[in-house]
């Protein structure tokens, strides 16, 4: 009982410093997105901001056409994770349920493989490629954020599907189940806290991606909100108060998916642990 | 090889419409697009409303302002900007140098522009037989002064090399620091005191014709090297630095613009896109420029320029006439006065209008007698990383060992190229 009310004081103070590591470049983010013009460049990034200069705010979205490229990032990253997920797993149950075969566990290796091709290696000929497909729009870019993330999302879901008995399949069959019907009745559930990290690991991906869209997409219309942002920052101007304010509007989506995945990923893990 | 023109049109469709945006309107319109390229963010404003009003007064095309564009794919991918007005610099030089810009010389627009000032495109590199950029708007750039600080101390502008030590000996000895210094930032150093001094002492175009040609020759024993014909300038650069105030090594732009602003140093060796930054602090500030007088003889002051914004056309534009037509708008006289003066820049062509902005006004008279410069540190490729080279001289490094360095790294450049 007395062991219960001690209080570890190093783990308060270790996780007290992670704690501002994260709130104080938020409280920066926050005070400077309402600064004005005079106090951004005053050289106080912990003062607050006064008169507060909601404008900052309205500037940015005019500048950048916010609304539009908030919805292409949304498109983007809405179908990328939904393809990462599905196709990663299903190709992972493939590859788990077919081990013993030779081609298969070679697939596996091939996809693999591409985990030590990163992006702006290929970016050239990827650029003369979907220009070619007619794919130099954000439909190209879902592509290639599925493609490219292929092989370190199969690794997960192998790994993870592997610790799944086979038993519990088997059971299925025995009911009558075809194979799809094993997957998506039986396999897909008990994967869940995979594909959370999946999805997470893929939404963060492609939401901040800069570079795969800025070449990728033709249309300057329909770019993604960090590729629109690039116009706040120069060598010669700082416009921090209204890039902050920018920061902030593209943050938001990204931190409200954060905390409602975050609490269900945790649900899941734990709902592992205890069977 | 293009696909069947189906499957692109309906992955585009499929694109727009998945993205829920309403594009119909465009659709139903048969006007030709004009994909207009500007990236300068101060100046997207502005723009924007310039488009907005020539899509008003014409018909035959719509102007599309374009600030994303990543300029590398959209060569490589055949489908570049129909019209581009950026920074003119060594990287976008190596455009034209491959002939994907088209030839502008038939235009009547191009008969305006100073000749002086179409010779600073030509020293990047030139395309046989060909006109590709249109210079909208040259920036000059040379020493910033308080005019309060100069008055509260009886200094005077000064005009001769011994002048300005002087003053800045006047300043030091009354507690003020002659120049801020943001050595932090090695492009600051680049685009000041080392281009500056050297801009001031030698023939800049004939000092880089000359070594060009050498290429892979430029060593210790070449007749022109940067060793042999930096020397002298770069010591004149060092005896600069104790005028600085005393924490300049770890001072960046931002802490600069705000320092002086406040009124901490006497002077500040920045271009004018500084007057934006320092206007934020204190937008009663009065400020003037002076070229940086490198010689004992006044008529030897030069200024530093550069093409801030100029103009072009890809040969891969599928709108060549409409294109120029918009090209031949944003040329009109007072379409470029009218940016010029809200701009800070100074005028292209021969009818252009004087600045009249006190700021800069003083550098008018150089700009009109052709004595400028193109800055040297804009003429190296950023293969060769001189502003971090310059950063150690100025910090003291020793000057011949950093000098060779540079020909080294330009000879191996010449042999790669």
Redesign the interface.
């Known amino acids: 009982m007395i062991r219960h009310e001690r209080t570890s004081w190093s783990a308060t103070v270790l996780l007290s410093v992670a704690a501002l590591s994260v709130l104080v470049p938020l409280y920066v983010t926050v005070t400077m997105a309402l600064k004005t013009?005079?106090q951004?460049?005053?050289?106080n990034a912990f003062s607050l901001p006064w008169p507060l200069s909601w404008d900052n705010f309205a500037e940015a979205w005019t500048?950048t056409n916010f609304p539009?490229a908030l919805?292409?990032s949304v498109?983007i990253t809405v179908l990328a994770v939904v393809g990462n997920v599905l196709l990663s797993s299903l190709f992972a149950f493939a590859l788990a349920r077919n081990w013993e075969r030779r081609w298969v566990r070679l697939a596996f290796y091939y996809v693999l493989a591409a985990l030590f091709v990163p992006f702006p290696v290929v970016a050239?000929p990827q650029?003369?490629l979907?220009?070619?497909?007619?794919?130099?729009?954000?439909?190209?870019v879902v592509a290639l954020h599925i493609a490219f993330g292929l092989s370190f999302n199969t690794l997960l879901f192998t790994a993870f599907l592997r610790s799944v008995p086979a038993e519990l399949e088997e059971s299925a069959r025995l009911d009558g189940a075809t194979t799809m019907q094993t997957f998506w009745r039986l396999v897909f559930p008990l994967l869940a806290p995979m594909s959370a990290t999946v999805a997470i690991f893929s939404f963060l991906g492609s939401w901040n991606d800069f570079m795969m869209p800025?070449?990728?997409i033709?249309d300057?219309?329909?770019?993604t909100v960090p590729?629109?942002q690039?116009?706040?920052q120069?060598?010669?101007?700082?416009?921090y108060n209204i890039s902050f304010a920018s920061y902030l509007m593209a943050m938001a989506p990204a931190i409200l998916a954060y905390v409602f995945t975050q609490r269900w990923v945790i649900a899941g893990v734990t709902q592992g642990a205890i069977k | 090889?293009?696909?069947p023109l189906s499957?692109?049109?309906f992955?585009?469709a499929?694109?727009?419409g998945?993205?829920?945006?309403g594009l119909s309107g465009c659709a139903s319109d048969d006007r030709a697009i004009v994909?207009f390229?500007s990236?300068k963010?101060?100046s997207?404003?502005y723009f924007r409303e310039l488009v907005a009003r020539y899509n008003q007064e014409q018909s035959a095309a719509r102007v599309?302002l374009?600030?994303?564009?990543?300029l590398?794919?959209?060569f490589?991918?055949?489908?570049p900007p129909d019209v581009g007005c950026l920074n003119y610099n060594m990287e976008m030089a190596r455009f034209m140098e491959r002939g994907v810009l088209s030839d502008l010389s038939d235009m009547p627009e191009a008969g305006r522009i100073r000749p002086e000032v179409q010779q600073l495109a030509d020293q990047y590199a030139t395309f046989p037989g060909r006109t590709n950029v249109l210079p909208f708007s040259v920036a000059a750039e040379s020493v910033i002064y308080n005019r309060a600080i100069f008055d509260e101390h009886g200094v005077e502008v000064p005009t001769t090399w011994t002048g300005f030590l002087a003053a800045c000996e006047t300043f030091q000895a009354a507690g003020v620091a002659p120049l801020y210094g943001t050595f932090k930032d090695n492009?600051t150093l680049a685009q000041g005191m080392f281009d500056y001094a050297l801009g001031g002492l030698i023939d800049v175009p004939e000092f880089f014709a000359a070594i060009t040609e050498l290429g892979t020759a430029v060593g210790p024993d070449s007749p022109r090297s940067f060793q042999r014909d930096f020397l002298e300038p770069m010591e004149r650069m060092r005896e600069l630095v104790p005028f600085h105030q005393a924490d300049a090594a770890s001072r960046a732009?931002?802490?600069g613009?705000?320092a002086f602003a406040r009124g901490e140093a006497a002077m500040y060796l920045q271009?004018p896109?500084?007057f934006?930054?320092l206007a934020?602090?204190d937008p009663d500030l009065s400020l003037g420029t002076f070229p940086l007088p490198m010689t004992e003889d006044p008529d030897d002051r030069k200024v530093r320029v550069n093409l801030d914004l100029a103009l072009w056309i890809p040969e891969g534009s599928r709108q060549q006439e409409a294109a120029r037509d918009f090209v031949a708008y944003l040329m009109r006289a007072e379409q470029m006065d009218d940016f010029n003066a809200q701009f800070l820049g100074f005028g292209t062509t021969t009818d252009a209008a004087p600045a009249t902005d006190e700021r800069i006004q003083d550098m008018q008279e150089f700009y009109d007698d052709g004595r400028f410069y193109l800055g040297p540190s804009q003429l190296v490729p950023l293969a060769i990383p001189l502003a971090n080279h310059v950063q150690s001289m100025v910090l003291g490094a020793d000057l011949r060992s950093t000098l060779a360095g540079v020909d080294a790294d330009w000879a191996r450049l010449a042999f790669r190229a």
């Open positions: 013009n005079q951004a460049v005053d050289g500048l539009r919805g292409v498109f050239l650029v003369q979907t220009g070619n497909l007619g794919l130099d729009n954000p439909v190209g800025s070449l990728i033709a300057p219309s329909l770019q590729v629109v690039k116009i706040f120069t060598q010669f101007s700082s416009n | 090889m293009p696909p499957r692109r049109a992955l585009t499929a694109a727009a998945a993205v829920g945006l994909r390229h990236s963010p101060e997207i404003p599309v374009d600030t994303a564009t990543n590398q794919a959209a490589l991918r055949g489908s492009w732009y931002p802490d613009n705000l271009g896109w500084v934006g930054e934020k602090t």
